[in-house]
């Protein structure tokens, strides 16, 4: 099992520790796991995407130019990856930063209102959670146990109070990802 | 104990097998993508542990220097950079292998010429392998594809250093710097005391003790047929690293009809690149030069009867080509492709020049 995934959007909605928190995931699973940001000027404010692979097997390229899973949280990033999902693939879109539904046919296309979600629960923290909650949901890759286990790795200790509070985002982001 | 897993960032793996391999001194100065390397070295402050010494010097210049110091005093120390940051080590680079002294140079490429771009990229082969710093010397260069290789190679390059007295380098580029992978550490050695260094490293400046001659490091030399000397002795040196030194890695080699030659992030790719290219029925292999200098030159050699062409495959404009080329000798064609300037090529991209300039 290989899922090959790419999360874009802006410089600050957490799209780089996102992919951290779901390779530290594959990682407590054992799987073999490749996190390859794009790094540089663009992560202060333009876009910023990183490349996640999650596989049973030795990884090759962490470069890819197809994928099976595209999680785009702006316009600019679905202009430039909505063509690059495989046919049959999934591409998953926060409503609130996309003015232009992505247009495929041959894709299933799944819509998460990520950013209106954590507006209202008064914490923007959880944007990325709340998509990552909505992304298990369609694809359960990695189990929620470990998700927490690779959250625990992945933040300082000083943060380890936060924990609940993301479990909270992604319960809610499975909630709410519906399928267009 | 038993070992442990762990998910870093390729710059970050050169850190822990730094304080790990019982490394002495690291000397830096920060520019992108390597930063994380001197960052991750402050966070350990190995200072307090092993008692390696880590320093931000004022220059990349300033920091090439004091390894040279240190070098010269038989410790075992690094410096890291980028490439405009390597340019301005190579004078320190040229002396230190004129001094002959061991020392480990980390170079985590981006594009070029000039300040360039803080993308990844291969441009700096030529300077690598061929000198880059003035005189008749060679670097021991490794090309590290992986995070694990990043972190096995530290070792490897103090190694190889040491044994032969003479600097290595490990070249990577932006993407193994960045990227996260999983990773094993190496194994704790503690550093050398100074009475090892004393007995394992008679050369080294460690204070004059009565009976001895007085140790001189230096790459200085006037008087010419002594200086020619020097130079007979290092190219000996150089004609039994190539002998006994050089590191390659073959992936579906054995039934290919064309080869890629592709080395770091490139070989990574290309491997994709092979898969893609075996489902549609192609038989493509990737031999992965591990060491730059000494280049796996006769096992290339061996494969010129075996296959119909060989592509070189790189982020440059075409450097290691001309190295395949000398291998092969105008026996197979051997084409090059490349993407220039901190753009990087995916596999179906590859794929796609192999078709066009090969098959």
């Known amino acids: 099992m290989k899922q090959e995934i790419i999360i874009a959007g802006f410089g600050g909605q957490g799209v780089l520790s996102m992919g951290k928190i779901l390779a530290y995931s594959g990682l407590m699973e054992n799987k073999e796991v490749s996190w390859m940001p794009s790094y540089g000027p663009e992560q202060r404010g ?10 049973d097997e030795r990884i090759s390229s962490p470069v890819l130019n197809a994928f099976d899973i595209a999680i785009i949280l702006n316009q600019p990033s679905l202009e430039k990856f909505e063509s690059k999902v495989k046919p049959g693939g999934i591409l998953i879109y926060d409503g609130y930063g996309i003015h232009q539904a992505p247009a495929r046919k041959d894709i299933q296309v799944y819509r998460i209102d990520a950013m209106d979600t954590a507006n209202e629960m008064k914490n923007g923290k959880a944007f990325n959670m709340i998509v990552l909650g909505g992304l298990l949901k369609i694809a359960p890759m990695v189990s929620l146990e470990n998700v927490l286990k690779g959250l625990k790795k992945s933040l300082p200790e000083r943060h380890h109070k936060l924990i609940p509070m993301n479990e909270q985002a992604i319960l809610k982001g499975m909630e709410i990802i519906k399928k267009l | 104990m038993t070992e442990e897993v762990k998910l870093m960032k390729g710059n970050e793996a050169i850190a822990h097998a730094a304080v790990r391999c019982g490394a002495d001194g690291y000397f830096g100065y920060p520019i992108t993508p390597q930063s994380e390397i001197m960052e991750t070295l402050m966070e350990l402050k190995p200072w307090e542990t092993t008692g390696m010494v880590v320093l931000q010097a004022e220059s990349e210049v300033a920091a090439i220097n004091m390894v040279y110091g240190g070098a010269g005093t038989g410790k075992a120390v690094m410096t890291s950079s980028s490439s405009p940051g390597v340019s301005l080590k190579q004078e320190g680079i040229s002396y230190i292998a004129g001094a002959e002294l061991p020392c480990l140079i980390v170079n985590v490429m981006r594009g070029g010429p000039g300040l360039g771009t803080i993308q990844p990229s291969q441009a700096d082969y030529f300077q690598a392998v061929k000198g880059g710093g003035h005189g008749d010397y060679r670097l021991i260069t490794l090309a590290p594809a992986s995070v694990q290789e990043m972190a096995d190679f530290v070792a490897l390059g ?53 009976g001895r001659k007085r140790n001189v490091i230096t790459s200085l030399e006037l008087e010419p047929a002594k200086m020619e000397e020097n130079n007979i002795r290092f190219q000996t040196k150089y004609k039994e690293i190539e002998k006994a030194e050089v590191r390659y890695e073959e992936i579906g080699c054995e039934d290919a009809d064309y080869l890629i030659i592709a080395f770091g ?38 494969y010129a009867d075996k296959v119909k062409g060989m ?35 995916t596999p179906d991209e590859v794929l796609d020049a192999i078709k066009q300039k090969l098959l």
Request: positive net charge; proline residues 7%.
């Open chain 2, 158 to 210: 103090f190694d190889l250093a040491f044994k032969y007295c003479n600097p290595a380098m490990i070249l990577a580029d932006g993407i193994i710097g960045q990227m996260m992978e999983k990773v094993v550490l190496p194994p704790f050695r503690p550093r050398r005391t100074e009475e090892e260094i004393r007995t394992q490293m008679p050369w080294a400046v460690q204070g004059k003790t009565a």
């Open chain 2, 311 to 345: 592509i070189s495959v790189e982020l440059n404009a075409g450097q290691m080509v001309e190295d395949v080329r000398l291998a092969v000798n105008g026996r197979v064609k051997v084409e090059h492709f490349g993407r220039l300037g901190g753009i990087v090529p």
């Open chain 1, 46 to 55: 333009g876009t910023a995407n990183v490349t996640v692979i999650l596989s």
């Open chain 2, 265 to 302: 992030s490139m070989a990574r790719i290309c491997q994709k690149t092979i898969e893609m290219a075996r489902a549609e029925g192609l038989k493509i292999g990737l031999l992965r030069p591990i060491t730059l200098w000494p280049f796996p030159t006769d096992i290339i050699s061996s």
